[in-house]
């Protein structure tokens, strides 16, 4: 199976993420532009690998069903809308735009897009 060349990219791609992340938030000047779009990034691609390989490891745990046991897909499609949420977070932090409302929103957005997500698989 192609389980183990798969889980050494994600934990490498989050490793390397963090590592990026950490080098801009304290090496790099926050003005640039550049330095600013790599900022969230990298901020968006650790959290999607931390959240996918959170995901396959408590795959294990909460499906009972073998078939749903340790697949990538599933677990990359689990993480996704967390970075989403988060790097949206900090990117309307940044530009002081975000408020309690905002978050509500965000929240509810990403209830209907899991809901839809399901909707459309349950088809």
């Known amino acids: ?8 990219f994600v934990i490498l791609m989050a490793t390397g993420a963090w590592g ?6 304290f090496r790099e000047d926050p003005g640039s532009d550049v330095n600013r779009a790599l ?5 968006f691609v650790a959290l999607l690998g931390s959240a996918s390989l959170a ?6 745990r909460v499906f009972s069903l073998r078939r749903h046991q340790g697949w990538w897909g599933s677990a990359l499609l689990q993480g996704l809308p967390l970075a989403l949420v988060v790097s949206a977070a900090v990117w309307l932090q940044s530009l002081r735009v975000l408020t ?11 209830g209907l ?8 698989r349950g088809r």
């Open 1 to 8: 199976m192609l389980r183990a060349p798969a889980f050494l």
């Open 20 to 25: 990026g992340f950490g080098y801009i938030l």
């Open 39 to 43: 900022f969230f990034l990298s901020l």
């Open 55 to 60: 995901a396959y490891g408590l795959s294990f």
């Open 100 to 110: 309690l409302g905002m978050g509500i929103v965000l929240v509810a957005m990403l």
């Open 113 to 120: 897009a899991e809901f839809l997500t399901l909707y459309v």
